[in-house]
């Protein structure tokens, strides 16, 4: 059983028979996958097929924090949520901050396992060793921050942390999200599996503190850690005061922030209305995750017209510019509206905005009529028929419930073109970068184990020209491949398997994600890691999540890009005239598989996967 | 210095200076004035003259819980908040259950005083020994349940109690209220008293035990009330189980649910839809104040259109009747929204809903146009006008920002005769009983010390038909006098001062009530007391508050009804054709005023107030 870090308990919860049991952790998971979303990976792989329905009883949804959450580590207090999407039919994977990440440690555990589907609503409270499972027949139905505050009320204590689903997510919204706090385990659709098991809530509260096996190294480990922090010349100075919003400003000046469904980024750029110091305009104060002394939320508040004392925590660049500047809205007011609103439905911004942007635009080209839209004017840039918009998807009203099912299954439907404009890869909602601007970026959303997914490889290099490993030029197309598996790889053992913040990424701090993730596992749990292992941990992660999206049945004509991206040049800005050509993508593609030592369709070979210990995996792909 | 029950302490607060004093709570107030409302209206008479300005810095704010709150006697945690009324001009008493007032009792105190006035927002901390004045510039703006989170939040302690203002209350709308969880101090505009101070916020904590006396004593005290309280044939059945919403089918069936501004009471009696069947249909839990085995507030959820997910604690009788009946609204979904929005803002229901009910009369009549209204159809029922109504109101936009000022003023703004329907006595908008079929409750609204008030001198003898303390006929004029005096004594020692809820008055737990408070004040703090010197405290603050009141200026005159009362006899139902006609007011304020020993303009005579110890008041009452 792990100790230092780990608290050596799977917790596994059966729906079906409202029963649980008890697992170790083993030193050997800890070795290959670290924590977090290695071990919710690495479990969905050994238990549910490549090939389940998302939304049936055959899928699991695994929660697990890292090895350094609940520790005094910084930005370490988050906890990975992964399930099969329903979204994309691919590895469904988003994580979380805030307060109930740790205390799903002080409760005692590494990783919990929901399986099977409960005959009526429940939720779940894991009180340390005691479990119960009890009626949310009367939850069901109520918001996310109600139903978090009335399972505190129920309980008695005001302490306990909850992750809830809100009307979405019971409603099966394919994007609905899971919410704690007023945070989001926001992206593919973890919020439907719930509603899906017809769980509404977890609630956990523990007092086990976690332990530290070498204390020296520990606080050698630490002090580096802290020392970088404090020489980041972005992370205080701006990601303490602005938080994300910064990037709006950043996006615009690159000429890759998204406006109006992404049809005439360059020409449009609202940085003045939705940027940096509008933002700050907004700002009431900040929010800690455990232990976090960064503070990277912004708590905003909304003054004007109808929208007057709408308060979010955010919005977060992706945030504003899905529920803002794809939607033609320029008006901050209306941001933090639609944000309180999905965080309070259940609904991820990113994809609701997104799949509001595109039937924005398919109605503005006659693809939907007012009879579609029950008489509505949905044109970009109203606001009062996007909210409507937002509870007509949560509750599957008319048009909304074929937006529900999410933008590619919406384009399907509607069909007449509209799939060259439907802004997704794999069925995700593509995020605010406009990657015409900025192709390693772009490549990553073609190939993340997720989607279009901005967490999974993240370009820091070329949003914001940080020449780590090297400089890059974000308009060439060579270097891309590599970039990308560097990008992925250290992302995905730093944020998806050791959980820790991005912001603790190169793009912030730089040049110590994967030493100090070595050397934070090394004091605190004492098994013995290097930097290397780390990266290997990452790419082992990356191969893992593509046996099992290959062994359900995606190739490499999903690691593309809608028609726009690659036929439509940007009109103006700073990236004026680029795009990405299915020959450009394909130079990106080749180079990165061959990178990852994949096949030319992109699937990992056995020599790879031997190499990396995933001999077991092999037989996943006969006939691949 | 006060022990059993009483903490001991005054905090006094000075916002001015931001400092603070502690005073002890004495033997003498406790034996004239037992706690609460008591206490406070004692201060305020001392140090608030009656001619001040109640938004002005020399009014203070005052609030008490009670000898009983904070131990385990049921239906005993509740505190009363005191000032002079910006509303009404005369008292402004409202108290408030839940867990804040056990918490100020836990702090260690019977009595915060809070006057004169911050520069700039700030919120109090009260933490045991420990206060501290904090900055709330940034909380200004927030809504009342976002202001409870981000303060618990920022003082990193979950478990913090809070009390707080709304947009509402910062922008002293008359009859803005001051919320604490999900309950209201809500009537008389007391929100706007600490709007005016730039006191955003009271959060307090603490653990300190609150001492019983003599625990035999209060064993046996307990224990009787614990049997009343289980032989009543409604307080676990009915208010258990449903809460107040059940008295909207005994009003309808009495054929006094005011509906459309009271315009045609008896025709329309929408119980089918606002009913108790109707409110259990919307039920999803119950929430208990502390220690109170009652649990009478119902948890709703609206779930059609475009309601769906609201959620509120509520809505009571005096909402549906406000939010709904009086508005021709039969929509419980309407309600239920409108409640909670209205707790969010930090207005106060009753009279949100009452004004916005005038201003659809005015519409109707003519006496607002279009013009006035922004070009809304302000007519009874429309939903979407109420609901903008009520931000205009907090934010005091258009035509909100004259309703904003409460139903005197605006009738009187607004003219053409409209002053006879504008429906309150005193400034404070009318509760839902239609008084011409009830006449001790119609006495009391003319008669009670904060204005037209259902928690003054409630006449559950016509309401709910119990014959304590004799049978009476509602329809009758004779014998009211009496019966109000002896309600609003009990109730002002009962609830006011010891701070019981209402429930434990004789509507619920028949004749215990007097008797009930003497035998647990005895047990609890050691002195002595019979039923007869409760009763004659509660006797004595309707004195102090009428002395107060007749020195702010108010007679005979203000003892009055809206002429409709007067003029317009009921239509239809149960109370066809009653009124209260002048000549009918006379006769029962004749009789009350002598029942009391007041002179027949309503002046407490010397003599009476000698009776009561209350000389040092009779200079208040020169050339009167």
Same mark, same amino acid.
């Given at each position: ?56 009883? /055959?899928?699991?949804?695994? $929660? ?50 929901? /399986? ?28 996310? $921050? ?17 992750? *809830?689903?809100?009307? %979405? ?14 945070? %989001? ?56 005061? %602005?938080?994300?919003? *910064? ?48 503070? *990277? ?45 999905c965080d309070e439905l259940g609904l991820d911004t990113i994809s609701a905005g997104v799949v509001v942007g595109f039937a924005m635009e398919c109605y503005e080209k006659g693809l939907l009529t007012k009879e579609d839209t029950g008489g509505v004017e949905l044109k970009f840039g109203n606001d009062i028929a996007f909210m409507d918009l937002l509870l007509d998807i949560t509750y599957r009203r008319g048009l909304g419930d074929l ?93 998806? *398997? ?127």
């Amino acid at each position: 059983m792990l100790k230092g870090g780990y608290k050596g308990k799977i917790l596994r919860l059966n729906l079906t028979t409202q029963t649980f049991s008890l697992e170790d952790t083993t030193e050997e998971m800890a070795k290959n996958y670290i924590g977090g979303a290695g071990f919710g990976i690495n479990i969905l792989m050994k238990e549910v097929s490549p090939t389940a329905d998302p939304l049936g009883e /055959e899928n699991k949804l695994i $929660f697990a924090p890292g090895p350094f959450t609940g520790t005094n580590v910084p930005c370490a207090s988050r906890i990975a949520a992964v399930a099969k999407s329903p979204l994309t039919g691919a590895i469904g994977m988003a994580s979380s901050g805030g307060y109930f990440p740790a205390e799903v440690k002080f409760a005692g555990y590494d990783v919990i396992i929901i /399986e099977g589907k409960a005959e009526k609503p429940v939720y779940v409270y894991i009180n340390e060793d005691k479990i119960s499972f009890r009626s949310a027949e009367q939850l069901w139905g109520t918001k996310t $921050f109600d139903c978090q505050q009335m399972i505190k009320n129920d309980l008695g204590d005001q302490n306990i942390r909850v992750a *809830c689903i809100g009307p %979405a997510g019971e409603n099966m919204v394919k994007y609905s999200c899971i919410i704690n706090e007023r945070r %989001a385990f926001g992206r593919k659709g973890l919020g439907a599996v719930m509603g899906s098991k017809n769980l509404k809530a977890i609630a956990v509260r523990g007092q086990k503190e976690v332990a530290i096996n070498d204390k020296d190294a520990y606080k050698t480990a630490r002090s580096v850690m802290n020392k970088a922090m404090k020489e980041s010349h972005v992370l205080y100075s701006m990601f303490s005061n %602005a938080g994300t919003p *910064c990037v709006v400003d950043l996006a615009g000046e690159l000429g890759i922030l998204p406006t109006r469904n992404w049809s005439d980024t360059g020409e449009w750029i609202p940085v003045d209305k939705l940027g940096l110091e509008a933002n700050n305009e907004k700002k009431i104060g900040r929010e800690h995750c455990y232990k976090c002394p960064v503070g *990277c939320s912004q708590m905003k508040l909304a003054r004007g017209g109808r929208y007057a004392g709408m308060l979010t925590e955010g919005p977060e660049f992706e945030s504003i510019y899905s529920l803002g500047s794809t939607l033609g809205i320029d008006d901050l007011d209306v941001v933090i509206t639609a944000d309180r609103v999905c965080d309070e439905l259940g609904l991820d911004t990113i994809s609701a905005g997104v799949v509001v942007g595109f039937a924005m635009e398919c109605y503005e080209k006659g693809l939907l009529t007012k009879e579609d839209t029950g008489g509505v004017e949905l044109k970009f840039g109203n606001d009062i028929a996007f909210m409507d918009l937002l509870l007509d998807i949560t509750y599957r009203r008319g048009l909304g419930d074929l937006l529900a099912e999410g933008t590619k299954i919406a384009a399907a439907k509607i069909g007449g073109g509209s799939e060259k404009f439907a802004m997704h890869v794999k069925g995700l909602e593509m995020p605010g970068y406009d990657v015409r601007g900025a192709k390693a970026q772009g490549l990553n959303y073609a190939t993340s184990y997720t989607g279009a997914d901005h967490n999974r490889g993240y370009a820091f290099q070329e949003i914001f020209g940080i020449p780590i490993p090297e400089e890059v030029d974000r308009f060439a197309y060579e270097g891309k491949g590599k970039l990308t598996k560097w990008n992925q790889d250290v992302r995905a053992v730093t944020c998806d *398997c050791a959980t820790m913040c991005a912001f603790i990424l190169d793009m912030a701090v730089p040049g110590i994600a994967t030493q100090n993730t070595a050397s934070l596992l090394e004091a605190i749990s004492g098994l013995k890691f290097t930097a290397e292992d780390v990266q290997t941990v990452g790419e082992r992660l990356n191969n893992v999540a593509k046996v099992y999206n290959t062994a359900a049945g995606l190739t490499r004509q999903d690691d593309n890009f809608p028609e726009r991206i690659m036929n439509e040049p940007l009109k103006d800005g700073n990236s004026k005239g680029e795009c990405i050509s299915q020959e450009n993508l394909d130079i990106m593609l080749n180079e990165y598989y061959e990178a990852r030592g994949w096949t030319n369709e992109g699937v990992p070979t056995e020599e790879k996967l031997r190499a990396l210990g995933l001999d077991d995996l092999i037989g996943l792909l006969q006939d691949k």
